[in-house]
């Protein structure tokens, strides 16, 4: 199983996966076992089959069918949004979700407070100090990041107590400069704001806030924008999962920003996208369709007609007239892709005795890109498909591309002879 967040998914999906997939493949795993989880997905799937096991209070909303929700995951790098219609069980007595619209995220995580606080105790106590700590004393440094950690779970006081690593902390500042950490403190600018109560900085609750308020801004104005979205702005449902979410300051300002709305953080957020993917690692047909979040084709060239192609791509070849580079749509942007959908294209060769063939899949931004090399389309791949007993005649190569899933796969076969084609994917 691998476990994939929703920022740029369809990129870091063709991007990526090449080198997640090898790493599994390397480790043991069979690669017709190798399943790619969505992370939001993983999480919805968990606190479905939780809710159908033990329905109560405001969580007995999840598993009504025809209810609408909307999936934040914070997580520690982005926060990921999906949309979700629970539908009829099936014929198994699994859920089974329909999504609604396509990812959307932004990289505002729970690191970027880790490193708005890092950034500040880099100030008072030297940044050459953090950086030797994470050299010499990486146990310390963790430490001090899992304190954080629970901190930022707790809702912001006049006074915010951190437990530091104290010896460690003051044996690195006196072997770079003969001082200690209380100098430290009142050298710097937030002498007013941070104290030591022996193992402890006592931090204020406007200093702690400056830690939080970028970041949680840019979850509100998120989710804000995506639940002005035409399709799913009937949405009054929110679902927080990931570790980011037991942040008490983040529900808080998501339902000052959102007072109609209904926000539901479940027991074990932190872990509801582990548990989801091991529940989709066994049934991967909960999920019923998904969105594109790009339109996909192929570059293909055809006779050049004036009335459809611009004049300055009008190009010479075999003693007749085409327009190269045109973009083959195979699907398009906002479709709704059931799960397991294939769509089929023929390609032929070009040449005598051709033992192979280069296919490229591109994606672009747009649901009206007319050729490969606009603005906006992107080369995200090549194929090379092998033809099978090469011959004098112009062969038939039929490509069948599976879309829906979380992964885009497709098969080769050469239609005389009905003989798969070995196909190698080469990643850009």
Same mark, same amino acid.
């Given at each position: 199983m691998?476990?994939?967040?929703?920022?740029?998914?369809?990129?870091?999906?063709?991007?990526?996966?090449?080198?997640?997939?090898?790493?599994?493949?390397?480790?043991?795993?069979?690669?017709?076992?190798?399943?790619?989880?969505?992370?939001?997905?993983?999480?919805?799937?968990?606190?479905?089959?939780?809710?159908?096991?033990?329905?109560?209070?405001?969580?007995?909303?999840?598993?009504?069918?025809?209810?609408?929700?909307?999936? #934040?995951d914070?997580?520690?790098?982005?926060?990921?949004?999906?949309?979700?219609?629970?539908?009829? @069980?099936?014929?198994?007595?699994?859920?089974?979700? @329909?999504?609604?619209?396509?990812?959307?995220?932004?990289?505002?995580?729970?690191?970027?407070?880790?490193?708005?606080?890092?950034?500040?105790?880099?100030? #008072?106590?030297?940044?050459?100090?953090?950086?030797l700590?994470?050299?010499?004393?990486?146990?310390?440094?963790?430490?001090?990041?899992?304190?954080f950690?629970?901190?930022?779970?707790?809702?912001?006081?006049?006074?915010?107590?951190?437990?530091?690593?104290?010896v460690?902390?003051?044996?690195?500042?006196?072997?770079?400069e003969?001082?200690n950490?209380?100098?430290?403190?009142?050298?710097?600018?937030y002498?007013?704001?941070? @104290?030591?109560?022996?193992?402890?900085?006592?931090?204020?609750?406007?200093?702690?806030?400056?830690?939080?308020?970028?970041?949680?801004?840019?979850?509100?104005?998120?989710?804000?924008?995506?639940?002005?979205i035409?399709?799913?702005?009937?949405i009054?449902?929110?679902?927080?999962?990931?570790?980011?979410?037991?942040? @008490?300051?983040?529900?808080?300002?998501?339902?000052?920003?959102?007072p109609?709305?209904?926000?539901?953080?479940?027991?074990?957020?932190?872990?509801?996208?582990?548990?989801?993917?091991?529940?989709?690692?066994?049934?991967?047909?909960?999920?019923?369709?998904?969105?594109?979040?790009?339109?996909?084709?192929?570059?293909?060239?055809?006779?050049?007609?004036?009335?459809l192609?611009?004049?300055?791509?009008?190009?010479?070849?075999?003693?007749?007239?085409?327009?190269?580079?045109i973009?083959?749509?195979?699907?398009?942007?906002?479709?709704?892709?059931?799960?397991?959908?294939?769509?089929k294209?023929?390609?032929?060769?070009?040449e005598?005795?051709?033992?192979?063939?280069?296919?490229?899949?591109?994606?672009?931004?747009?649901?009206?890109?007319?050729?490969?090399?606009e603005?906006?389309?992107?080369?995200?791949?090549?194929?090379?498909?092998? #033809?099978?007993?090469?011959?004098?005649?112009?062969?038939?190569?039929?490509?069948?591309?599976?879309?829906?899933?979380?992964?885009?796969?497709?098969?080769?076969?050469?239609?005389?002879?009905?003989?798969s084609?070995?196909?190698?994917?080469?990643f850009?």
């Open positions: 691998i476990l994939y967040d929703n920022e740029n998914l369809e990129q870091q999906r063709l991007k990526d996966v090449t080198g997640k997939t090898l790493a599994a493949l390397e480790a043991g795993i069979d690669d017709e076992k190798l399943v790619i989880a969505l992370e939001p997905e993983a999480a919805s799937i968990f606190c479905q089959y939780q809710e159908d096991k033990r329905a109560s209070n405001e969580r007995s909303l999840l598993n009504r069918t025809g209810q609408k929700y909307m999936i #934040i914070l997580g520690g790098g982005t926060a990921d949004i999906t949309i979700h219609e629970r539908q009829p @069980k099936g014929d198994d007595k699994l859920p089974l979700l @329909k999504e609604l619209h396509h990812a959307i995220g932004d990289d505002c995580g729970g690191t970027q407070v880790d490193n708005a606080f890092m950034e500040v105790l880099g100030e #008072i106590l030297g940044q050459k100090l953090i950086t700590m994470k050299k010499k004393q990486p146990s310390s440094y963790l430490e001090l990041l899992r304190e950690e629970t901190v930022k779970r707790r809702e912001i006081t006049n006074k915010n107590y951190l437990r530091i690593p104290l460690t902390i003051n044996e690195l500042i006196e072997e770079l003969q001082e950490i209380d100098n430290k403190i009142k050298m710097s600018k002498k007013n704001q941070i @104290k030591r109560n022996r193992e402890k900085l006592c931090i204020d609750d406007e200093l702690m806030k400056s830690f939080f308020g970028p970041t949680i801004e840019r979850i509100v104005s998120l989710v804000k924008d995506t639940s002005k035409k399709a799913i702005r009937d009054s449902l929110f679902l927080l999962v990931g570790g980011f979410s037991e942040c @008490k300051n983040v529900l808080h300002a998501l339902k000052k920003a959102l109609n709305k209904t926000f539901i953080v479940p027991e074990e957020a932190g872990l509801s996208v582990l548990k989801g993917a091991v529940i989709f690692g066994h049934k991967t047909s909960i999920i019923g369709s998904r969105f594109m979040i790009y339109s996909y084709g192929t570059k293909v060239f055809e006779p050049f007609d004036p009335e192609h611009e004049m300055s791509r009008k190009k010479k070849a075999g003693g007749r007239y085409i327009c190269p580079k973009f083959d749509f195979i699907v398009m942007k906002n479709d709704s892709v059931p799960v397991g959908t294939t769509i294209r023929e390609y032929l060769t070009d005598p005795q051709q033992n192979f063939m280069d296919l490229d899949l591109y994606k672009s931004d747009s649901e009206l890109t007319k050729y490969t090399n603005e906006g389309c992107y080369r995200v791949c090549e194929a090379k498909i092998d #033809i099978p007993d090469p011959s004098e005649e112009q062969r038939t190569v039929e490509v069948e591309y599976y879309f829906g899933d979380t992964e885009i796969r497709m098969t080769a076969v050469e239609t005389d002879s009905g003989k084609c070995k196909t190698v994917w080469k850009i």
